[in-house]
């Protein structure tokens, strides 16, 4: 166990997997395809089925139809126990009435593991989440950071070839919550383990995920790496959910460029050649341009409607000549803080051409 948690790490197919409640289909033929010591985010809003994904993964709910794959293995039709899935639940699901070392050693006696093994895996798991020592202690006693911890130590103990998470994190205050990010995505690469994490936080999937894949109806819309769906999103339902961005419809010119309310904005990717677009405009990639000359590329103007002073940063809101309405950020230093204007007062800002983004309506 002092070697490395994870044994002979495998990856995950899911094939065809579909879910009905009667005439609701909760998950409609979803494929996905996971690497071997890859983490992936399931991420989507709620009602999207991603939990429902989750459940079959772990053997909670039977799949209508389809196969779920642990390396070779068909594990469909198995039992949660013998899928050899570590699970990290949302609210821990930690034993109150026992401590540490009997509730990190849970599944060993679940499994009926050889007694004598005990104490190595139990200082190996507690030393991979920083927790040597904590064996005696009682559950009230340790914090949500801990709590968290000892739950990732009891679905790492008996060495699973895949560890689910269930939003684990979002019982956390924020700081604690960036803290423990870090940390997964640092357990992640010590483990070399397969790892999938449900979650609706875009930020904490985009901070720890190798691939994250989108949810919405039941459906996977998009399943990328976290750059490539913040800058290439499939569709105005991806842009709208990943990042802080303002989706603006658009009219098609030709392959390269758009027209918005009158103003011919250039784009360095391919236009899609659908009927209804939409610009893609991320706050933190929209620049002021106070000295910015007539037939600057992507010039846009308009008024100042609000500021937020938001600690890191400043949040500016403007409404352009035609009504469209934007924000961009610029950092609070002394630079962000010369471009601020007053409400009512006229700013431009500009798109760069590999920033303007387009996509079709989602389906």
């Known amino acids: 166990m002092s070697r490395t948690i994870a044994r002979d790490t495998v990856g995950v197919s899911i094939r065809a997997a579909s879910k009905f409640y009667g005439s609701f289909r909760a998950l409609d033929e979803t494929n996905l395809e996971v690497a071997p010591g890859e983490f992936v985010s399931i991420l989507g809003p709620s009602g999207s089925g991603k ?16 196969s779920i794959f642990l390396g070779q293995r068909d594990i469909t039709l198995e039992p949660p126990h013998k899928r050899d899935i570590g699970i990290v ?11 540490v070392a009997d509730n990190v050693t849970f599944p060993l006696r679940a499994r009926r593991m050889p007694k004598s093994e005990w104490p190595a ?16 202690r009682k559950i009230h006693e340790l914090s949500g ?6 739950a990732l130590a009891r679905a790492m103990i008996f060495e699973p070839r895949l560890i689910l998470m269930d939003e684990p994190l979002s019982a956390l205050d924020k700081q604690l919550r960036e803290t423990m990010q870090i940390e997964l995505k640092h357990l992640h690469r010590k483990l070399a383990a397969t790892m999938i994490y449900v979650t609706h936080d875009q930020r904490e999937a ?6 994250i894949a989108i949810m919405n109806k039941g459906r996977l819309v998009q399943v990328d790496t976290p750059e490539r769906l913040h800058d290439n999103p499939a569709d105005s339902f991806v842009a709208g959910f990943i990042g802080e961005a303002t989706l ?6 030709d392959d390269r460029s758009v ?7 250039v784009c360095a990717r391919a ?3 659908d009927a209804e677009l939409f610009l893609v405009v991320h706050s933190e990639k929209l620049t002021a341009a106070p000295d910015a000359v007539p037939g600057t590329p992507n010039l846009l103007s308009g008024v100042v409607t609000e500021t937020l002073y938001q600690g890191e940063s400043i949040r500016i809101f403007l409404e352009l000549d035609r009504g469209a309405r934007l924000s961009l950020r610029v950092p609070s230093n002394h630079q962000g803080r010369s471009l601020l204007k007053a409400p009512g007062e006229r700013i431009a800002v500009a798109i760069h051409p590999d920033d303007t983004i387009v996509v079709p309506q989602a389906r």
Do not use: C
Not at 89 to 99: D, G, I, R, T
């Open 51 to 66: 939990t429902t994904l989750l459940g079959i993964l772990g053997g909670f709910v039977q799949p209508t139809s389809g």
């Open 89 to 99: 639940f949302q609210n821990y699901a930690l034993f109150p009435h026992m401590n």
């Open 121 to 136: 895996r139990l200082k190996a798991a507690l030393d991979m989440v920083e927790l040597g020592g904590f064996g005696e």
């Open 145 to 150: 950071g801990q709590r968290q911890r000892v």
């Open 206 to 211: 985009l901070t720890m995920s190798d691939r």
């Open 248 to 253: 603006l419809p658009v009219r098609r010119v």
């Open 259 to 265: 027209d918005l309310d009158g103003t011919r904005l």
């Open 271 to 273: 236009v899609p050649n």
